[in-house]
């Protein structure tokens, strides 16, 4: 029986976003597999709960709270020295972290997801020191001494090697998946035409620039909308705002009120079911980041067959080719002529419709835990 052990603390937040998505996803796949029982025990660690997510009650999970009693800002003390004292009760085989860092004091073979995100918040990013001085000890001990590492695309795990300086055959490939799916269209906004940007919105994305891009387009571009019988376009975002200082509620109150009505609606955090539909209901999705290791918003709208428009790089042709709408400059201009394109290419519009949603059927959840699985028995 081969233990492994997965570090789940991002779960107890909700697991909507990021890693918390990833480990939540994997878990699933794996419950309805129970099978895989005959080969692999799961021990799932917790630091304060275990949340009611239903998968979490199969069989083939083992669950562990770690520190129920240290609540609110102590994850450090979970991370670095609670949790690693439990593992060595435990023994698992493997461990599993998640969330880019890997403790001292951890004597078991380890798997660590990575990403250069984590470089550039530590060297070049802007958050308090203290998260930047964690970001870097642990982030960089995690490239050096992780037993393996796994990336979610092959721009990502190339930047990683030379960022950290390590060997890239120590880092293999696992794309991720995309599973959101609603039977039917439904337009969120009644009859009116709308185009989405989904994610959290740290500055590297532009949501900023994009709110902008459409103000840009609906005011100096009518003429365009009115072509395509979008003339009442809205913009919804549905995201944080991860600016250093919040931005995005007051932008978007500043555009409505030039606007003379609602066309930019935000929100934080939408349940999944809801979600679906705002894909499925949306003209376009506007995701221009600057860096992303994958980015999962443009490949579910794909998903949907509806065109995301993304930054022209080497990852979104990487994992996009011709299924995308490239936007050169992250300026307002860049963005509100790529979002132009979305709505008028017709035969480009088409080929996605058509198309997209059977190009992304790569991209699941399954085969994402299949080849996890798979290199976890190397290791």
Not at 50 to 76: D, Q, T
Not at 187 to 199: A, R
Not at 299 to 310: D, H, N, Q, R, T
């Given at each position: ?152 695309s092959e721009t990502s795990k190339k930047n990683m090697a030379k960022l950290y300086k390590i060997d890239p055959d120590r880092i293999f490939v696992n794309h991720l998946g995309v599973d959101l799916k609603y039977d039917r269209i439904v337009n969120q906004t009644g009859n009116l035409p709308y185009i989405l940007y989904i994610g959290q919105a740290f500055p590297r994305r532009h949501l900023k620039e994009t709110i ?168």
């Amino acid at each position: 029986m081969y233990k492994i052990g997965i570090e789940c603390e991002e779960l107890e937040k909700g697991g909507g976003w990021g890693i918390g998505r990833i480990v939540s996803k994997l878990l699933e796949e794996i419950s309805h597999h129970p099978e895989l029982g005959k080969e692999f025990r799961f021990i799932l660690f917790f630091k304060n709960r275990i949340p009611a997510l239903s998968y979490l009650n199969a069989p083939i999970f083992k669950k562990r709270v770690v520190a129920p009693f240290f609540k609110g800002r102590l994850f450090p003390v979970y991370y670095l020295f609670l949790l690693p004292l439990r593992l060595w009760f435990e023994q698992p085989d493997l461990m599993f972290w998640p969330a880019y860092m890997l403790p001292f004091f951890t004597f078991t073979r380890s798997l660590s997801l990575m990403t250069e995100d984590v470089y550039h918040e530590a060297f070049n990013g802007k958050l308090p020191f203290k998260y930047r001085f964690f970001y870097m000890i642990f982030g960089t001990y995690s490239a050096k001494h992780a037993t393996k590492l796994m990336a979610i695309s092959e721009t990502s795990k190339k930047n990683m090697a030379k960022l950290y300086k390590i060997d890239p055959d120590r880092i293999f490939v696992n794309h991720l998946g995309v599973d959101l799916k609603y039977d039917r269209i439904v337009n969120q906004t009644g009859n009116l035409p709308y185009i989405l940007y989904i994610g959290q919105a740290f500055p590297r994305r532009h949501l900023k620039e994009t709110i902008l891009a459409f103000e840009k387009l609906v005011t100096e571009h009518s003429n365009i909308l009115e072509n395509v019988g979008m003339s009442e376009l809205k913009l919804i975002a549905i995201g944080p705002d991860k600016y250093p200082e919040l931005i995005i509620d007051s932008l978007a109150s500043k555009v409505n009120g030039r606007l003379g009505r609602e066309a930019v609606i935000h929100k934080n955090y939408v349940e999944d079911s809801e979600l679906a539909k705002l894909y499925a209901g949306a003209k376009a999705l506007v995701y221009v980041s600057d860096r992303e290791a994958f980015g999962l918003p443009p490949m579910e709208a794909l998903s949907f067959g509806v065109p995301p428009v993304i930054a022209d790089n080497e990852l979104g042709r990487e994992l996009f080719g011709e299924y995308a709408f490239y936007v050169k400059n992250p300026d307002p201009d860049g963005i509100a002529n790529g979002i132009s394109q979305a709505l008028t290419d017709s035969n480009k519009i088409q080929k996605i419709k058509n198309s997209g949603p059977e190009f992304v059927k790569k991209y699941n959840w399954k085969n994402f835990t299949d080849k996890f699985l798979e290199n976890v028995k190397d290791i």
